[in-house]
Each structure stands twice: as structure tokens, then as C-alpha cells.
């Protein structure tokens, strides 16, 4: 078949953007065919692009002869531009179809398609991933990302408002951002260099001029996981404040997340009521327990767990079970939190920590910092990281580290759960998992 060029056509309408008050006018849209139905007189098209679906009505009678034959053989998914008159109708679903003047051909797609478009036929999630392009010009898909978009927009526009500097630290490290094992290393000029499992000596680094900063990036961790809420790739929201404490930076986490969701209910309405119909904002304050009290209602369970041992998923569900929404577990066993997390004042034993589950998901975690580099010094020592090679960073501390906190959360988890997804790789575009490195 021969294609036609794009030459001067321009989209003046998205489908959605087809209403029936403008019946009359003229307009010029672009999409991928869903369906096209041969119906002797009339050859419907129905044209599916980033927004929605719209009708195109052909009366064969009105339309030029010589390019019917080509139209009736488009295939799902493949690219046309339409110029036509909107027209108010009666049959049409949305109650509007265009009227097309031109049709341009401008790619035809192959068949059998590899997995079903239509959204009818469900294919396994592994199949769809090796296919994500094609995967995500399914509606539901498309929903996923447009939520992750305003989520997105809406954390950067409430950080940014209240005084945040955002800021891009180096993913190419030299050492441990967070003191564990799990890093991805990387040939660097011959000199071996690792990929970030985060931004937090940076961040920490940061609030000594920029004071309060943040951070919305992808990082690395080698973790050979094998669940539905890890990846060796993921996106962390990350914040550092100088001068606060955790209460500071976990009210912020808080509020962000309301107005962030709030934000979610009002431009995603649609999305949301077709992925999460029961989707509730949460309300401040989110109920706050300390591991303590976690444990014990664990154990009034008959939860197998003792003090001092980290919550597992299946403990989590349990609690999540009991609150509804969001819940802080604070004053973590400082043996289970990172070097640069400050132990508790009066109970040395315990630190200065949260997270931030929702439901059975560790949605954040963060806390208060250590800011005297003696005291930095004792805690990577008695870990048995080197000191050494935390030197460029410890040098830092010499010159004036104000006392800071800070959280990091992961995007995509927070996204399951406001989409209700149960994997991961739902709200990724291209996850990297253990198996997966293409597309
Ligand atoms: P942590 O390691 O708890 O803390 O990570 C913070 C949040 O990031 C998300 N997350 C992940 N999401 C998907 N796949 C992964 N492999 C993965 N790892 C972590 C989780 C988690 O709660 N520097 C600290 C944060 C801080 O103290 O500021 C940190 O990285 O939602």
C-alpha cells in the first residue's frame, strides 16, 4: 500500500477534544485505527489516540472512490490523519463522529499483532513487557502513566512551593551511597565505579548550602529481589531538609502526599474512578506507631517475631490490615537503619527513623541525620564500613553540616497503590528487573 506523507496536516483536535457543541467545524486529527467496519454504504473507522476514541463516518458515495479499497484493509494500529467536519449524531456512542474530507495513510502495522490492542484478550504480564510499546497504547495503561504524571507534577510543584531547590547529584559513584553490598559496578576509564543506590550523601551534602533540597530520580540497587514491589531500577522521590527533625520531614511526607493525591482526584478523575473506583484520600495526621507497638500487636496476632527483627511483608500485612490508609513506624532498632540515621537521645539503642507503609507496602522511609562526623565516624566503624572511603564525604562534615532529616520514598510504589496494581512493572514503563534488561 502506498503511504502518504504527513506534509502541512497538523492535529487541531485531540479525540476527546471531538465534542458535539462544535458540530460543523472543521478538524484534523491523528491516531491508530481500533476497528474498522465495512458496512456496504458506510465504512466506520474508529481512531483510538493518546485521549481516547473517536468515529469516523465514510459514506462511500461522498468519499473518493480510489482510496476506499486501501481504507477498508487498514489494520489495528495502524497510522492515519483525518481531515473532516465534526458532526453532532445520534448513532455515534459519544454522540459526535467526523465527517473526513482526506484520509492519509501513514503506516500500516503488521498483522497478527503480537498481543491482542483491543484490550479483549489479556496477555501475561512478561508477554506485554516484551511488547510494552504496543502494551501501552492500551487505555488502562495509558491511565497508569497519566496518574503518574500529575503525580509527579503535583510532588515537584508542592516541593517547589514550599522552598525545596531541586537538585540531579551524580549516578556514577565512586562508593556506597548507602553503606550495603548491593551495587552495580561499573567500568569507569578502567577504575572501578558503581551505579547510585540512591542520592543520600549528596542530599545530605547539599543542605550545607541549598538547605532544602530534592531529588526525583531513578537509582540502582543490585538486590537480586524476585518481588512484585522491587526493581533493580526504581524511582525514589528524595528530600533533605537543614534545621529539622524528623517530625519536620514527616509531616512534610505527609502533606505532600495528600495534596499530591488531591491533585490525582481532580485531573485524573476518570482514570481513577476506571482503576481504583474506591480509592479514599487519606487525612492527616496518618496514624503513627513505634516499632515497638508494631511488634507487639504482630505478636497479640501470633505473629512469629521478636524484638530487634525486621518487619517482614507478611507482618505488614497484618498491621496494614488493622489501620486504614497510611501509617508511620518510627523509633526503628537503630541496628536495622543505615550509618548516617541518629540514634535516640534517651535510648541509644533505638534511632531517630521512619517509614511510611501504606497498606502491606513500605511506601518511604527517612528520619533525622547524624551531623557531627565523630559521631558518623562511630556509627560506620561499628557497622564495619570503611571510614576511608566515606572520606570525601566525612571532609564535609568539618565545615559547618547544619543538623538535617530528610525521607526518600519510592514513586512507583506509592503508584500501586493509588492505582491498585499488584506488580511493580505495572507502573514502570520499562522495568529492569533480575530477567529483564530489553525492551
Ligand atoms: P530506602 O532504601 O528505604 O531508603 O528506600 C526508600 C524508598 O524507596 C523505595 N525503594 C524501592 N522501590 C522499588 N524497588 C526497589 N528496589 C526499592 N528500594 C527502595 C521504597 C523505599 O521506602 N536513603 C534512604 C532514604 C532516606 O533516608 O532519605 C533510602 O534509600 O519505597
Redesign the pocket.
Known amino acids: 500500500m502506498k503511504l502518504d506523507e504527513l506534509g502541512d496536516w497538523r492535529r487541531t483536535h485531540f479525540s476527546n477534544q471531538i465534542t458535539a457543541d462544535k458540530d460543523g467545524e472543521p478538524t484534523t486529527i491523528f491516531g491508530w485505527v481500533d476497528e474498522v467496519r465495512d458496512l456496504g454504504g458506510i465504512i466506520f473507522i474508529i481512531l483510538k489516540d493518546r485521549e481516547g476514541k473517536v468515529q469516523i463516518t465514510i459514506n462511500k458515495r461522498d468519499f473518493h472512490k480510489d482510496r476506499l479499497n486501501d481504507i477498508r484493509k487498514l489494520t489495528r494500529e495502524s497510522v492515519i490523519g483525518v481531515k473532516g467536519i465534526i458532526k453532532r449524531s445520534v448513532i455515534a456512542k459519544s454522540g459526535v463522529e467526523v465527517i473526513p474530507t482526506d484520509i492519509k495513510i501513514l503506516n500500516v502495522a503488521k498483522t497478527p499483532l503480537p498481543i491482542d490492542t483491543s484490550g479483549k484478550i489479556s496477555a501475561n504480564l512478561e508477554k506485554r513487557l516484551d511488547m510494552r510499546v504496543l502494551d501501552l497504547r492500551i487505555k488502562e495503561r495509558i491511565y497508569i502513566f497519566k496518574i503518574k504524571n500529575t503525580l509527579i507534577n503535583a510532588i515537584r510543584e508542592y516541593l517547589q512551593n514550599h522552598g525545596f531547590m531541586e537538585v540531579f547529584t551524580p549516578k556514577i559513584l565512586a562508593t556506597a551511597?548507602?553503606g550495603g553490598a548491593a551495587l552495580f559496578s561499573v567500568n569507569y576509564f578502567g577504575r572501578s565505579a558503581f551505579l547510585a543506590?540512591?542520592p543520600?550523601l549528596y542530599?545530605e551534602a547539599l543542605t550545607s548550602s541549598f538547605e532544602k533540597v530534592y531529588e526525583i530520580s531513578q537509582f540502582y540497587?543490585a538486590?537480586e529481589?524476585d518481588t512484585s514491589?522491587?526493581?533493580?531500577e526504581?524511582i525514589?522521590v528524595?528530600i533533605?531538609m537543614a534545621f529539622a527533625e524528623r517530625q519536620d520531614v514527616m509531616s512534610i511526607l505527609e502533606q505532600l502526599i495528600i495534596y499530591a493525591l488531591e491533585k490525582v482526584t481532580a485531573n485524573n478523575e476518570n482514570e481513577l474512578k476506571f482503576l481504583n473506583p474506591n480509592f479514599k484520600i487519606p487525612t492527616a495526621p496518618f496514624k503513627i506507631l513505634t516499632y515497638k507497638e508494631a511488634i507487639e500487636i504482630l505478636r497479640s496476632k501470633g505473629f512469629d517475631i521478636s524484638m530487634g527483627e525486621d518487619i517482614p511483608v507478611s507482618g505488614n500485612k497484618l498491621i496494614g490490615n488493622e489501620v486504614n490508609g497510611p501509617y508511620f513506624i518510627i523509633d526503628w532498632p537503630l541496628s536495622l537503619k543505615?550509618f548516617y540515621?541518629k540514634p535516640k537521645k534517651e535510648n541509644p539503642e533505638l534511632s531517630e527513623s521512619f517509614?511510611l507503609n501504606w497498606s502491606w507496602l513500605?511506601?518511604?522511609?527517612?528520619?533525622t541525620r547524624i551531623h557531627i562526623k565523630e559521631q558518623l565516624i562511630e556509627r560506620l566503624n561499628k557497622l564495619g564500613l570503611n571510614p576511608e572511603k566515606f572520606e570525601p564525604f566525612l571532609t564535609y562534615y568539618d565545615y559547618g553540616m547544619p543538623p538535617h532529616a530528610?525521607?526518600?520514598?519510592?514513586l512507583?510504589?506509592l503508584l500501586m497503590i493509588v492505582t491498585n496494581v499488584n506488580d511493580?512493572r505495572e507502573v514502570t514503563l520499562f522495568p529492569r528487573d533480575k530477567r529483564r534488561l530489553i525492551p
Open positions: 551511597t548507602e543506590q540512591s543520600q542530599k540497587r538486590e529481589f514491589y522491587h526493581l533493580n526504581f525514589s528524595d533533605e543505615p540515621i517509614d513500605e511506601i518511604a522511609s527517612g528520619g530528610g525521607w526518600g520514598m519510592g512507583q510504589r511493580i
